[in-house]
């Protein structure tokens, strides 16, 4: 069993920039993949990035690249994304999941975090 709980966002202007972090509890967090996840309302949940047990390869959706970066402190069960240039099509909830490899679909996912606000005005 694994605990995911999100944390750091809130509302921001377009143009800013927000740190979201996932703390991890539970089972060995540095055996997971982790990935960022969001979900806008009427909207279907997306992938964002990913990263990999190691934090050597990290993945990230077309529409995010150079804007956002995902990263991971297995020593302190953390993962991040820090995401940059925000704009308002970003708002959403974001969610961090934990699973067992790589992979872009929520149904991957053995794990989630209860999803942090995030909001961007114009």
């Known amino acids: 069993q694994v605990q995911l709980v999100e944390s750091g966002g809130g509302l921001v202007q377009a143009g800013g920039s927000l740190r979201l972090s996932c703390a991890a509890s539970?089972?060995?967090?540095?055996?997971?993949?982790m990935g960022w996840f969001r979900q806008a309302p009427g909207k279907e949940r997306e992938f964002v990035a990913a990263i990999d047990w190691s934090g050597a390869s990290t993945y990230h959706a077309d529409f995010v690249k150079g804007r956002f970066t995902i990263s991971r402190d297995n020593a302190n069960n953390t993962v991040w994304l820090r995401m940059n240039s925000l704009k308002p099509e970003d708002t959403a909830v974001y969610y961090c999941?934990?699973?067992?490899?790589?992979?872009?679909?929520?149904?991957?996912?053995?794990?989630w975090g209860q999803g942090t606000q995030v909001t961007v005005s114009s």
């Open positions: 539970g089972r060995t967090f540095s055996m997971y993949a």
């Open positions: 999941a934990a699973a067992r490899k790589v992979v872009v679909t929520p149904g991957g996912y053995d794990y």
